[in-house]
């Protein structure tokens, strides 16, 4: 099957023989069953296998709809979430949107911004000022609805909304995303009114982009929500058991990763894109991949990095640090725009050589030159290989990189769908805040950090 998302693995084969990744075939086959059958691990969670082929129009067409009154009504949409209760939205926004379109007010768009993703006193500072002179509305995203960080961003927006507009107007002006029946937001809604929607019991926060979730928040900024999902389903298509090793995207890169890991210990996967508009996609990769195997002692780390900025700050050690690492490249093969380097009669900056070029040709000979070097220099690359930047395509990224974690996860035998680790730091910041409940592990905690 060809999708406008490949994966090529023509530049590890100097690591890892074509031969020792066939032979995974039979393991990535019975780990992508696992993910289809639901007889693995955390097999609750399982609901975003299907999800995109199950999106229907109406539900398409509901969401659209009620981004339409948030537009209508906003300059300002603050989306309040963290986690993968944010992430996917972000990512997809900026892969999506022109990249100076929030500094255009011509654009007659609201602008979205984040909240609830730190708790920084001068972020929210700086964001209720921000706000002050301008409409505005929210949509906040919790699944289990009481995630610190989002409520606190959410009292103090909906404080200055109820100022602003009056109870019964911020109302209309709220839009929330969380639990069916459970959590502090749930019941702030049901007691408020809030317009609401559910995030699937089955369906976890970083796998959550193509639930309301991702597509309320998106559909306000203007993305074609239907084509993302297009996407999606097209590679949850090509992904799917049916379809033999050698052409399923997502068992190829599960199977090239497990063997760098497994047979060659490396412990790094730098995902790198030479588009800055990746950049958020990388960060959602990020949490997907780390929350999902990084558990139980195990797990490749993710890393990542924009080409080439980066390289005039991490390609020193890239190139002759530690060899700890493989890249993962995510490469587009058509610009959007198009923009010619002219000759210059002077050439004073010498520049000439590449007079009548494209700059995406120059961005080119980079990406390559780059991962010769660093295939040189002891670095794999795997890569993955998109037409164009576009929703369809970024819809099949997001399915391919979720569809693929799931089976690396059963690969390494660990449950791809939990994250217990998460907890740790919260159960800390309540006993310094003196949360009730937590006041003895807060004096102990207040004594190690007084060093007593
Ligand atoms: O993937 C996850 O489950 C987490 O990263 C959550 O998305 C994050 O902690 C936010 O949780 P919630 O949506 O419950 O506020």
């Known amino acids: 099957m060809i999708t406008k998302v490949r994966i090529s693995l023509d530049r590890i084969t100097q690591f890892v023989s074509k031969k020792d990744i066939a032979a995974l075939a039979p393991l990535m086959e019975r780990c992508n069953r696992t993910v289809h059958k639901g007889d693995g691990r955390?097999?609750?969670?399982?609901?975003?296998?299907?999800?995109?082929?199950?999106?229907?129009?109406?539900?398409?067409?509901?969401?659209?709809?009620?981004?339409?009154?948030?537009?209508?009504?906003?300059?300002?949409?603050?989306?309040?979430?963290?986690?993968?209760?944010?992430?996917?939205?972000?990512?997809?926004?900026?892969?999506?949107?022109?990249?100076?379109?929030?500094?255009?007010?011509?654009?007659?768009?609201?602008?979205?911004?984040?909240?609830?993703?730190?708790?920084?006193?001068?972020y929210m500072a700086e964001l209720l000022?921000?706000?002050?002179?301008?409409?505005?509305?929210?949509?906040?995203?919790?699944?289990?609805?009481?995630?610190?960080?989002?409520?606190?961003?959410?009292?103090l927006l909906r404080e200055e909304l109820e100022k602003r507009y009056g109870r019964k107007e911020a109302a209309s002006r709220i839009m929330a995303v969380t639990d069916s029946s459970r959590g502090a937001l749930r019941t702030l809604c049901d007691k408020e009114g809030y317009k609401s929607y559910v995030i699937p019991d089955n369906v976890g926060g970083r796998?959550?982009?193509?639930?309301?979730?991702?597509?309320?928040?998106?559909?306000?900024?203007?993305?074609?929500?239907?084509?993302?999902?297009?996407?999606?389903?097209?590679?949850?298509k090509a992904t799917a058991v049916d379809v033999p090793f050698e052409d399923n995207p997502a068992m190829q890169y599960a199977a090239a990763r497990y063997a760098l890991y497994t047979k060659l210990g490396k412990k790094v996967e730098l995902l790198v894109?030479?588009?800055?508009?990746?950049?958020?996609?990388?960060?959602?990769?990020?949490?997907?991949?780390?929350?999902s195997e990084?558990?139980?002692?195990?797990?490749?780390?993710?890393?990542?990095?924009?080409?080439t900025t980066d390289l005039h700050s991490m390609g020193q050690y890239i190139q002759q640090g530690e060899r700890i690492m493989f890249?993962?490249?995510?490469s587009v093969g058509k610009p959007a725009g198009?923009?010619?380097?002219?000759?210059?009669r002077a050439n004073l900056d010498g520049l000439n050589f590449l007079a009548g070029k494209r700059l995406s040709e120059v961005?080119?000979?980079?990406?390559l030159g780059t991962m010769l070097a660093h295939v040189d220099g002891g670095v794999p690359n795997i890569t993955v290989e998109m037409d164009s930047i576009s929703a369809e395509t970024i819809g099949m990224l997001i399915y391919m990189f979720e569809k693929a974690v799931g089976i690396s996860g059963y690969a390494i035998e660990v449950n791809p769908f939990d994250q217990p680790g998460v907890e740790e730091y919260k159960k800390n910041m309540f006993a310094l805040l003196n949360k009730p409940g937590y006041e003895e592990e807060g004096e102990k905690l207040k004594k190690r950090i007084a060093g007593r």
Not at 294 to 307: D, L, N, R, W
Not at 338 to 344: A, G, L, N, P, T
Not at 363 to 367: I, V
Request: glycine share 10%.
């Open 207 to 236: 796998f959550s982009v193509l639930t309301p979730v991702g597509l309320l928040p998106l559909a306000v900024a203007g993305i074609d929500i239907a084509r993302l999902v297009k996407g999606a389903a097209a590679m949850e």
């Open 129 to 155: 000022a921000f706000i002050k002179e301008r409409s505005f509305s929210l949509i906040v995203i919790s699944k289990s609805g009481t995630t610190t960080e989002p409520a606190i961003a959410f009292r």
């Open 294 to 307: 990084g558990k139980e002692g195990k797990g490749i780390m993710p890393h990542s990095a924009v080409f």
């Open 42 to 122: 955390g097999s609750d969670f399982l609901g975003w296998v299907t999800l995109p082929s199950s999106i229907g129009k109406k539900q398409i067409a509901d969401i659209m709809e009620c981004a339409d009154t948030l537009r209508a009504c906003s300059e300002v949409v603050v989306v309040i979430g963290i986690g993968g209760s944010y992430l996917g939205a972000k990512a997809v926004m900026e892969a999506l949107t022109p990249t100076f379109a929030a500094f255009d007010s011509s654009e007659g768009q609201p602008l979205v911004l984040f909240a609830g993703h730190n708790i920084s006193e001068d």
């Open 327 to 330: 890249e993962t490249v995510i």
């Open 338 to 344: 198009r923009v010619v380097i002219k000759s210059d």
């Open 363 to 367: 961005n080119r000979m980079a990406e």
């Open 273 to 291: 894109a030479f588009e800055p508009k990746l950049q958020y996609m990388a960060e959602w990769w990020k949490q997907l991949y780390g929350e």
